[in-house]
Every structure is written in structure tokens, then in C-alpha cells.
């Protein structure tokens, strides 16, 4: 069975730093692209980004180019979403996603809240 | 505003057939196909359609299908479980991205 499973829940402050992670099983994790899609509280679905972890090919969609970094380690098969500096905006539910041009398999979802 | 456009909220009754409709242009839609997830109660996404292609443990009851540049999601035999909201996605070569659609609340009456 393909599944993703997510870090827990963080709270952060702002200005803070934050790595999220989603490990894949049941699949060949190197073979497939694996994306983060974020959903603001209230809000619909918009798509980050994509790695493809066999050779760490890298696309951002254009909202998020320099605001995070996706990178993967494929010897654990997983995949991370991280931020440098979080602003209280950043505060959402983020999901991995097996994906390209559509998304196959879901991961859990991690709540990212920032508060001071 | 969203590259794919959905339809705010959709309504049926037990039994009845809906459809859900997600349109974009020649440079999403119109080139790729469409992944149709479903989200109960702000819960984790779920696929149950991508390209014409019905995910395992998905009902029959649901289908899709596309024309031209709007792609359509079927549910026929409307369940209560059914209630949830609906998002669309493709990948859209002019902004090398994956696009969404705004999403559509179906409501079972």
C-alpha cells in the first residue's frame, strides 16, 4: 500500500526556522514526484512545489519560489518542506502529495501554526 | 482566483446523479489530465479520480471526463457520505505548475 506519513503538528514563532518531513513507503520513492500542497485555514488547495527525489530535480510554483525549500533524502525516503523565517501567514495545514501533473496519494497533513 | 474554475457549491438529494464541472483553457485542461479529490470536514484530501482512471477502493458510482478544456466529475447514486468539498487539479505548461480549482461544497440534502 503507497502511503505518505507527515511530521506532527508544529507551533513556532515568527522569525523562527522549521523543517517538516514526509516519509513514503510502499512505492519506489525514487520514481515519482512528491509535492507540498498548502491550505490556509478557511481556504482551498494551492500547490508549492515538486522534487523528484531519484535526481533532486526541483520546481516551485511561482508563489512559493524563495519563500520555502523542498529537498528529499532518498536513502530514508523522505521529503521535507522547510522555511528559513516564518511569518504568521505561513500558519496552515501542509500536505504532501505524490504527485505531477495531478496528485495520486495524499500524506496526513502537518498544522503549521506561528504565534508570537 | 484560481487558474481552474469550480463551481462555488453544488446540491443533490440520496440516489440522485450531480455533476462537478472545473474549467480552464488549452494550456492546462485542454493538454493533461485531471485529478478530482475529495475533502471531508477539512480532513485530509483524498483522490478519487485522476485522468479517467477510478483510485482503488473508490464506489463506481463516481466517473469523469473531459471536453475540450472542462473536465467533469459524475456521481451518480448521491450518497450522504458523499458530502464534502471537491477540488480539480492539472498541470499548466505555461506557468510550469500544478493548478487548482477553487473548489466546489456538495451539499446532500
Known amino acids: 500500500e503507497v502511503q505518505l506519513v507527515q511530521s506532527g503538528a508544529e507551533v513556532k514563532k515568527p522569525g523562527e526556522s522549521l523543517k517538516i518531513s514526509c516519509k513514503g513507503s510502499g512505492y519506489s520513492f525514487t520514481s515519482y514526484w512528491i509535492g507540498w500542497v498548502r491550505q490556509m485555514p478557511g481556504k482551498g488547495l494551492e500547490w508549492m512545489g515538486i522534487?523528484?527525489?531519484?535526481?533532486?530535480?526541483?520546481r516551485y510554483s511561482p508563489s512559493f519560489q524563495g519563500q520555502v525549500t523542498i529537498s528529499a533524502d532518498k536513502s530514508i525516503s523522505t521529503a521535507y518542506l522547510q522555511w528559513s523565517s516564518l511569518k504568521a501567514s505561513d500558519t496552515a495545514m501542509y500536505y504532501c502529495?505524490?504527485?505531477?501533473?495531478?496528485?495520486?496519494?495524499w500524506g496526513q497533513g502537518t498544522l503549521v501554526t506561528v504565534s508570537s | 482566483q484560481s487558474a481552474l474554475t469550480q463551481e462555488a457549491s453544488v446540491s443533490g438529494t440520496v440516489g440522485q446523479k450531480v455533476t462537478l464541472s472545473c474549467t480552464g483553457n488549452?494550456?492546462?485542461?485542454?493538454?493533461?489530465?485531471v485529478g478530482w479529490y475529495q475533502q471531508i470536514s477539512h480532513g485530509a484530501p483524498k483522490t478519487v479520480m485522476f485522468g479517467n482512471s477510478l483510485p482503488s477502493g473508490i464506489p463506481d458510482r463516481f466517473s469523469g471526463s473531459k471536453s475540450g478544456t472542462t473536465a467533469s466529475l459524475t456521481i451518480s447514486g448521491l450518497q450522504p457520505e458523499d458530502e464534502a468539498d471537491y477540488y480539480c487539479s492539472t498541470w499548466d505548461y505555461s506557468l510550469s505548475a500544478q493548478v487548482f480549482g477553487g473548489g466546489t461544497k456538495l451539499t446532500v440534502l
Open positions: 502529495a505524490r504527485s505531477y501533473y495531478y496528485v495520486d496519494c
Open positions: 522534487i523528484y527525489p531519484g535526481d533532486s530535480d526541483t
Open positions: 488549452s494550456n492546462n485542461i485542454g493538454s493533461y489530465a
